[in-house]
């Protein structure tokens, strides 16, 4: 599976499950000379501003890395430094309790990136989910996507930074049954993960 396939279905997620969404691929960044670019970044009014900014890793990605340090540092500084550019900034309002960004790190369902974090699954656990962007609440997920080959608007997510660490019975529950993640999890034949 390749980054772009996960973009492509990210796209038509956001477009039938939501309306009027700015939708842009390849969102480049620069906060002080400090640039990058997200895979995905997609606005959406609900009804006020929430962006989701988001890394997709596919297998080349994961094989590519130095490990997991590396594959961090990359979504840290997105995070860091993506609205920090005076082009994307989101500004407090008040009253808003709501998350206004959602930092996502994005993993293809494939037996290589299941490998790869059940491997670092200590460091992928504990980012902390609480962000700030300022004085602007936001969220940070890391992930598998789920659902890529059923219709558009279902695609989720199986987290591994919240409630439920990579491998709990919890998380395992939240696999559905019959997905490529839960293929990719049963074909991961060594002791990295265990099932209950």
Not at 169 to 196: C, H, N, Q
Request: charged content about 30%; hydrophobic content about 40%; overall charge negative.
């Amino acid at each position: 599976m390749r980054e772009d396939e996960l973009a492509t279905r990210v796209v038509d997620h956001y477009a039938a499950a939501h309306d009027d969404p700015e939708i842009r691929l390849e969102e480049p960044y620069d906060a002080d000379g400090r640039r990058g670019v997200a895979d995905v970044y997609v606005r959406l009014r609900t009804p006020e501003r929430v962006d989701r900014v988001m890394e997709l890793k596919a297998d080349a990605a994961v094989r590519r890395a130095t490990g997991a340090n590396e594959v961090l540092r990359q979504y840290r500084r997105m995070e860091r430094y993506f609205h920090a550019d005076e082009r994307h900034a989101v500004r407090p309002k008040l009253g808003r309790t709501d998350p206004g960004a959602r930092y996502l790190l994005l993993f293809a369902p494939t037996p290589t990136c299941v490998h790869h974090v059940a491997t670092h699954r200590s460091l992928y656990g504990s980012v902390d989910v609480a962000a700030r962007v300022d004085d602007v609440p936001a969220v940070r997920t890391v992930a598998f996507l789920t659902g890529l080959d059923g219709d558009p608007a279902d695609l989720g997510m199986a987290s591994v930074n919240g409630d439920a660490a990579f491998g709990s019975e919890a998380f395992l529950d939240a696999v559905p049954a019959g997905s490529r993640l839960a293929e990719s999890l049963r074909g991961v034949d060594d002791d990295l993960i265990e099932f209950p």
